[in-house]
């Protein structure tokens, strides 16, 4: 049986080849890797300090935290203690005194302007308490937005599963001022989902609705990590808000003070109780 002999030069860069391959292969598994357990936002030694000298005020101090993909986290504390300072962080939309933020494996505390706002745009979905909807757009145009200004078509299967998702069907050619607050928050959280972002942050979702419809759109951010895997970060005083998340951060001071599994909204009020009292 003859045996065929390849050269010494052509083994190496054989070799060399499935080394590069294997390095390539090992990176993208490991960046593109969507799982339990996967810290899809990683925050370390963050501080945010305002003024200087004695008017010098200190929101966070040296703040470790990592948010878990595919739970709901609620950030809480009293007021002053850093949790929507925290948030902006997070999100990119505030810069840290010291420290670093990474989402999704991007560091985004060393990123340019431009390539920050690409990032946001690609990669986080946000619910504010103001629902921050364009007067002259339908719900429908509002929910494409991220996707228009991106110049990206909307995948219609995930947009009409988005749409039943808020049960706004029958609403979509309605301008914000035809609907009710809570359709509006229903199409801000439609929004914030249709990029299908690494991360949505909710701050103070409910703040502006009442109990019922509040309890609506906590349902909704609720469904859409149980049913799509959405990680979801929400800055909320409520406690019954807080409740439905799988972990509660609370902050003091501009350190976190305690981080807990699921809560029940009778101990989170008594934590926030002890907390604001032992000030």
Do not use: C
Request: aromatic fraction near 4%; proline fraction near 3%; charged fraction near 30%.
């Amino acid at each position: 049986m003859r045996t065929t002999t390849i050269p010494e030069r052509d083994q190496t860069e054989a070799r060399e080849t499935l080394d590069r391959l294997e390095r390539e292969f090992t990176s993208e598994s490991r960046f593109s890797a969507r799982g339990p357990g996967r810290a899809v936002v990683m925050a370390r030694g963050l501080s945010r300090t305002y003024g200087k000298g004695d008017a010098a005020v200190h929101a966070l101090r040296d703040v470790d935290i990592d948010i878990t993909e595919g739970r709901l986290t609620a950030i809480m504390g009293p007021s002053g203690s850093g949790k929507s300072t925290l948030m902006h962080i997070l999100a990119g939309l505030d810069q840290p005194t010291g420290g670093r933020v990474s989402i999704d494996d991007v560091e985004i505390t060393r990123l340019k302007e431009k390539k920050l706002t690409q990032l946001r745009r690609d990669k986080i979905g946000f619910i504010f308490q103001s629902f921050n909807l364009l007067a002259t757009l339908t719900a429908d145009e509002n929910i494409v937005l991220p996707l228009s200004l991106a110049r990206r078509k909307a995948d219609e299967a995930w947009r009409r599963t988005v749409i039943e998702a808020v049960g706004l069907q029958d609403r979509l050619t309605h301008r914000p001022a035809e609907l009710s607050g809570g359709q509006q928050q229903r199409v801000a959280v439609a929004r914030a989902l249709i990029t299908r972002p690494a991360v949505l942050f909710a701050d103070e979702p409910t703040g502006n609705l009442d109990s019922r419809t509040g309890g609506e759109v906590l349902d909704l951010l609720r469904r859409s990590v149980d049913e799509f895997g959405q990680t979801v970060i929400m800055v909320t005083h409520d406690a019954n808000a807080a409740s439905i998340a799988d972990r509660v951060v609370f902050l003091k001071d501009g350190r976190i003070e305690l981080d807990e599994d699921r809560m029940t909204r009778d101990a989170i009020y008594d934590t926030i109780k002890n907390l604001e009292v032992t000030r």
